[in-house]
């Protein structure tokens, strides 16, 4: 797969040079579809220029990899630079300590962070244990709901009636939920908006609330009352638009009479 087939930018700006850790460094390439081999431009030209914006000299420097040079940079190399290819094999490039002006050259390459980046092994653990963390906590707190909890929960993320389910269905579906999307759960179970939100699902469940005018409106549907209760704003919710309502000082008799009718 040729690197003529992908964009580049022409500089990468904003950093200051950096004297990097001498030690051995592996690099992937970021694209899930990974070629056998991979070759990056590895000299600035015309076609690919490859540039880097010195912050403390305010101008601009052409990159070029040379295995005879002690820099990246074309204006610190002399005039008989031994030129290589730099490939990516099966979506990996390593380069040890011995070769820093190749661990240089990919730093300041504008791949770098697009196309292709460095392995940082403690980076990546601290990560994955941040996510597993996260994952066995939203388990933890999912198991700990209690029932009303869980029906709470299932309606506002499923929008479905909890009656019409097996309690084990609904904290099978829950569990499956917290150990998918662990950040969307615990957001979910923290939303103090929640129990108003499952509320008024509760209402439309109970045809107590209906929508109209192709669900611009929103209506009381009781036997003593047929009046509208609110107009939804455009690209807003239903149900979250109507909640908020309830929830202020101007909805709560409204609330209060939703609730006397479930009774």
Known sequence: MSSK???LSSIKSNQMRKKLEPKDRSYKLLNNAVPLSFLIPSRNTRRWPLMWYDEEQNI???LRYATNQKSPFEDEQDGNPLLEPVIFTDGFLTVPKTNPVLQEFLFYHPFNGKIFVE???EADASKELEELTTEVDALIEARKLTIEQL???YRVVFGKDPMQFATSEIRRDILVMAKRDPKGFM???????L???ARVRMFFDAKLLTLRNNDKEVW???PSNKRKLLAVPFGDDPVETVAV???SDDGLDALKFLESQLE
């Open 5 to 7: 087939t992908l964009p």
């Open 60 to 62: 601009n420097r052409a």
């Open 119 to 121: 392995i940082n092994k």
């Open 151 to 153: 029906e709470t929960v």
């Open 187 to 193: 957001n979910v179970i923290n939303d103090p908006m």
């Open 195 to 197: 129990k108003y939100n």
């Open 220 to 222: 009381f549907n009781t």
């Open 245 to 247: 309502y309830l929830k």
